[in-house]
């Protein structure tokens, strides 16, 4: 029986932590990045709005947890603790992912318009 309790409160205790993560920080959605072959230079500027405000809000993601964890003092488990790296290191690596996206786009639209990569950048 103490095999099967302790188990089931490790998971209750992840379950709660990761909810009261969701429901405090609000992780933001990755924008879509034209194709920078097959779209217009209007589409890509509006494209880099879009990607600079999801970088805001991705920061803003990011120290919710940090505030979060730190809210969390001498409560904070180790459930709670990888929960916490796992979901900045994903928002991390996708903001990254995101921009590099966004760049080869832009590569890629300003070699189909003949334009130097050194020009405007």
């Known amino acids: 029986m103490k095999r099967l309790c302790i188990p089931l409160f ?3 205790a992840w379950s709660i932590a990761t909810a009261e993560v969701a429901s405090k ?6 924008p879509s990045i034209p194709d920078g072959e097959a779209t217009t230079e209007e589409k890509l500027i509006e494209a880099r709005s879009v990607l600079e405000q999801y970088l805001k809000d991705g920061d803003r ?8 964890e730190d809210s969390l ?8 603790g990888h929960t916490l790296v796992d979901k900045y ?7 990254y ?3 590099d996206e966004f760049n080869i786009a832009l590569r890629r639209f300003k070699l189909k318009a ?3 990569s050194d020009e405007g950048e």
Not at 89 to 95: A, L, Q, S, T
Request: proline share 3%; hydrophobic share 45%.
């Open 61 to 68: 993601f990011l120290v919710c947890l940090r505030e979060f």
């Open 25 to 30: 920080c609000k992780r933001p959605m990755r």
């Open 10 to 12: 490790l998971m209750l």
């Open 114 to 116: 003949g334009i130097d």
């Open 89 to 95: 290191k994903g928002m991390v690596e996708e903001m």
């Open 73 to 80: 003092g001498d409560r904070i488990t180790e459930v709670d």
């Open 97 to 99: 992912l995101a921009g």
